[in-house]
């Protein structure tokens, strides 16, 4: 089944054109960066976007039905002919993973390959993956990748459907792991096999 989705609609601010050039003011721009962190989380939440380019352009959602070519850009605005430059918008991406501990890069050693992006944060991911496995019963069952994020046996919840392969490594290793919850089992080829939570 294909469900549409309608666009984003933006806050009135993204229509205000001084939210577009970074401002001298340092108290101004801290409200502004600000401003800017709300509106792409937002945005990236009500298209389940889970990975951005340090540009701010969207890389993965788990909504199948979206052309992520076709939805309007978070630092553009069209009816009033504005859009940040590359500086700001380097300046904002900072502001969300420094500041508000709302993304992270994908690898700190490679910046280029872009962010997660934390509307929802690790650990509320990480009790989401938790109790989906718990109230199925399948807790102390090695599962496959897939089955965590593909399959539709175990009524797999909409929260997790498709969600991207990496983040979910990442949500079993920096919060499952790390709380005793989860194991990682490795294939012969060093490959990811499987993940037991229990």
Not at 145 to 167: A, F, H, M, R, V
């Amino acid at each position: 089944m294909t469900t549409t989705i309608t666009d984003f609609i933006f806050p009135k601010i993204h229509t205000f054109p001084p939210l577009y050039t970074k401002q001298p003011n340092s108290t101004i721009l801290s409200n502004q960066l600000d401003s800017w962190c709300q509106i792409i989380l937002s945005y990236c939440e009500y298209y389940r976007i889970t990975s951005l380019t340090i540009n701010g352009i969207p890389k993965y959602t788990q909504l199948e039905t979206i052309d992520l070519e076709k939805i309007p850009p978070i630092f553009e605005n069209k009816t009033i002919n504005r859009t940040t430059n590359d500086d700001f918008k380097s300046s904002i991406i900072h502001h969300l993973i420094y500041k508000l501990n709302k993304a992270e890069y994908i690898n700190p050693k490679k910046p280029e390959l872009g962010i997660y992006i934390y509307w929802r944060s690790l650990v509320e991911w990480g009790q989401l993956l938790y109790d989906y496995v718990d109230n199925s019963g399948q807790l102390g069952t090695v599962l496959t990748i897939y089955e965590l994020t593909k399959s539709d046996e175990n009524g797999l919840p909409d929260s997790l459907k498709n969600l991207d392969e990496t983040l979910l490594i990442k949500i079993v290793k920096d919060f499952l792991i790390k709380q005793g919850k989860a194991q990682i089992l490795m294939t012969e080829d060093n490959e990811i096999g499987g993940v037991k939570i229990v």
